[in-house]
């Protein structure tokens, strides 16, 4: 168990629809990553939150949000999903952002289907 | 353009023996690090290794080592000693530090290791 949680595990939902995937953290890290895994395109990076703040933009489309909340725990929304939306959604989190900070523990994903 | 590339689909390795899977990385950025994550196949993503462009020495985690060649721009992931559940799909991803910090992974070889 890598300390980290996501929720829900599994999401079944329309095209059109809105979807929110929720991550916490390992106690005591600051750092929260978003990544997707699809068959199509692999495993892409979407973005890096540090203690609330927007770290680091990947390949996020702009249908796609995030944030961390105060609490450190991180949301990501999905909106006007498609079918191509349709992957593994992983959150990791690391204790800081720097260089020296590399070590990252994932969540076990939320896996999005969109019919 | 940041680009990996691994050109290994899939690789067999008899058990107890060493396997070396490969990583070429392509950036124009001084400043990068190169990461291995496992993912078996229960999904989970699991980060193994982590090389910084400035060390001067190879990383390595127990069975795990980075043959990082610089000039040659490769960051090949050493496993001695294989063992059964050593099975999965492994992946090489590099990050920028001074272009956005984006990550990018590569396709990902598929290691199975025999009895």
């Known amino acids: 168990d890598s300390g980290v949680t996501q929720t829900p595990k599994h999401l079944i939902t329309a095209t059109g629809q809105r979807v929110t995937l929720r991550c916490s953290p390992r106690s005591g890290d600051l750092s929260v990553y978003w990544y997707q895994q699809s068959l199509d395109q692999g495993l892409q990076f979407l973005i890096q939150?540090?203690?609330?703040?927007?770290?680091a933009k990947g390949n996020i489309l702009e249908r796609f949000s995030a944030q961390q909340f105060p609490d450190l725990h991180s949301e990501l929304n999905l909106s006007s999903l498609e079918l191509g939306d349709s992957a593994l959604y992983f959150c990791?989190?690391?204790?800081?952002?720097?260089?020296?900070?590399?070590?990252?523990?994932f969540g076990p994903g939320t896996r999005l289907t969109v019919l | 353009a940041q680009k990996i590339t691994q050109t290994q689909p899939g690789m067999f390795v008899q058990e107890k023996e060493a396997v070396t899977l490969d990583c070429t990385y392509d950036?124009?950025?001084?400043?990068?690090?190169l990461f291995w994550y496992k993912q078996p196949s229960s999904g989970e993503m699991i980060f193994l290794i982590y090389q910084g462009s400035y060390d001067q020495q190879n990383a390595t985690e127990g069975r795990y080592s980075l043959n990082f060649q610089k000039a040659r721009k490769s960051a090949n992931l050493v496993i001695s000693a294989s063992q059964l559940g050593d099975s999965a799909m492994y992946f090489c991803a590099m990050r920028s530090y001074n272009y956005g910090q984006n990550f990018v992974f590569g396709p990902g070889t598929r290691l199975s290791v025999l009895p």
């Open positions: 950036t124009s950025d001084p400043s990068y690090g």
């Open positions: 990791a989190s690391s204790v800081g952002s720097g260089l020296e900070y590399n070590e990252q523990f």
């Open positions: 939150y540090y203690n609330g703040e927007e770290r």
